[in-house]
């Protein structure tokens, strides 16, 4: 258990349970002395008031500041008892002594006179000591252990937010790399077949670099931002397939519905990548169609491509980047991110609903 707690809210609840004590001691007084036509409070009462809650007192505030932080707080549970009763057991001997001493100094013809009844084991005032303490060590420890939970439950989830942020940060880093051997891999493919395109090809690049490296580092973007860079990507892609071979076609919303619309950077890109990587033949007539809504309260991306796998093959890819964007989704949305992937004899499609999170 955390030892280091704030204790602002639970010494403001000590406080009102003594003077909620205090007070119940007070009008107990003071209704007796009303009925004996006494003057209802007096530096008797007081001293009276004194000698009563001090052993209760110190009670407290040795199993509240000594027992419960170095001993229950951490787990040393059955010492903590065992000391516990000990003090309680020393402060009943004090209260029985001091119990017989007041019985002496009593006149004797003001004691009352003895009964022939069988007297009671242990005198009624020791009794109601003993359950007193026992019921300031309860509450002290009902409230402490109730405190204690609530902090262990937000350190918690403070350690959970923390790691989730870093897991996030090392999921981001991954997609550069991920992206650039892609993209240098085009590239290279470029410079054999065209080498006027692919020095193209390179310009385009930096531009998406740049985005890569500076806006992509933080942690929400315009969702007009990310639109531009897959525009950006897709263009750059185009110039490496022939359009007899590949049709590639592109919707994205208008800007009066981006407006306002923020999300985590680079969510989509993967499936683009996914798409261009398995979903493209040389041989055979290829298509990829990337779209996205926006609602009120929803954006739905979905990207489309050609299914070129041999019967009894699956094009269900799970590499680096999906496995990524999985995770990403999870940590940052839970359950509120929909990702379905379907597959059919000639189509792979990915459809992803997000909820609109404004900047």
Known sequence: MSINRSRTTETIIYLVLWLIAIGLYLLDIMRNRA?????????????????????????????????????????????????????????WIYQYL????????????????PHHRMRPLLPLPLLMDFTYALLVVGCNLAVALMF??????????????????????????????????????????????????AQSMVIDMSHLMRYMLYESSKPMIRLSEEIAFLR????????R???????????????????????????????????????????DTSFIAVSMEVNNETIHFSCMNSNHAKSGESLEHTGIGLNNIRQRLSLIYGEQANLELTETATTYTVNLTLPIQCP
Not at 245 to 269: I, Q, R, Y
């Open 35 to 91: 009925q004996m036509s006494l003057s209802l409070v007096d530096m008797s009462v007081v001293s009276a008031m004194i000698h009563t809650f001090v052993p209760f007192l110190i009670l407290f505030l040795i199993n509240n500041n000594i027992l419960i932080p170095k001993l229950l707080l951490r787990n040393k549970i059955l010492p903590y008892f065992m000391l516990t009763a000990c003090v309680v057991i020393f402060l």
């Open 98 to 113: 001091d119990f017989i001493n007041v019985i002496h100094k009593i006149p004797d013809n003001m004691r009352p006179a």
């Open 148 to 197: 204690q939970r609530f902090d262990d439950k937000l350190e918690k989830e403070s350690l959970m937010k923390a790691n989730a942020e870093n897991q996030l940060a090392y999921l981001k880093a991954q997609i550069n790399p991920h992206f650039y051997m892609n993209m240098l891999n085009n590239i290279h493919g470029m410079i054999e077949i065209n080498p006027e395109k």
């Open 232 to 239: 950006n990507y897709l263009s750059l892609m185009r110039l």
């Open 241 to 283: 397939f022939p359009e007899k071979l590949v049709s590639m076609t592109s919707h994205f919303p208008d800007e009066a519905s981006m407006t306002g619309v923020s999300l985590p950077p680079l969510l989509f890109l993967v499936f683009i990548e996914n798409a261009f990587k398995h979903g493209v033949s040389y041989r």
